[in-house]
């Protein structure tokens, strides 16, 4: 296909990228899928927060059922300790894990239409993103699993925790090497035994790029949501910490479509 050129100021040049939404469509730099990230949020931040404070609040509804009778029970003596360890704190635990996989869904769904330049609502994004959270979830776990993997086996076998230094970089290439895997879960439909596949083949040859936007992303959140609550107060403290999820999962997500976007 023959290649066009364009001319401006006096010089030849080749054409610029076409850039129909938040990234231009090319292959990225790490300041490109920060500043779409940054944009993201900008143009989507109100329907996706929405969406994800609304979705949070649905799972929240067993909690609140579970807490109740927790403390139902935890009237008497004998028994409220027992049903506080075992209902309340795994609940509370799976309602995080929910709201984490939700916050990767929802980024996913809204991949697609921000790359794009489409209008998206918050209908929308929940009807996208929901069917999808038990594949986000599962490629989550089956990352952790594998980063944690090698020191929980040592310490099974019954090793001393400072012997588990060495294996410190073993469970930072395997978390990094998977960082994908939610992702590709949610956006292709995979199931999560094929997304960790998936992030295997896209972060290969590429594992210090991944590991250094995925840890910018991580490190820019938290002072994003300090920035937010010191410039709005107590409603910025609210919205901080619905901040913390999305910023890092719209990187991981930009970052995919630049491993799909290279050849």
Sequence with gaps: MAQHWTHRG??????RSPRPGVIPLRPLGPRDILGGVLTTLGRYGGRLLGA???????GLLPIAVVAGAATLAS???TAGNRVFVYTLLPSAALFLLFGSALATALAVALLRPAVLGRPVTVPGLLRAAVPRIPAV???RLLALAAAAGPGAA?????LPPHSLLPLAPVALWLGVLFAL???AAGYEGLGPLAALRRSAALVRGA?????GVTALAGALAPLAAYVLYAGLGLPGALLAPALLLPLPRLAAGLLYVDRRLRP
């Design 10 to 15: 006096g010089g030849w040049l080749p054409p």
């Design 154 to 158: 040592a310490l099974a076998a019954g």
């Design 137 to 139: 979830l599962g490629a």
């Design 52 to 58: 994800l404070l609304l979705g949070q609040l649905g």
């Design 75 to 77: 009237l008497t003596r």
């Design 181 to 183: 895997a939610p992702t």
């Design 207 to 211: 594992w210090w790029r991944t590991f």
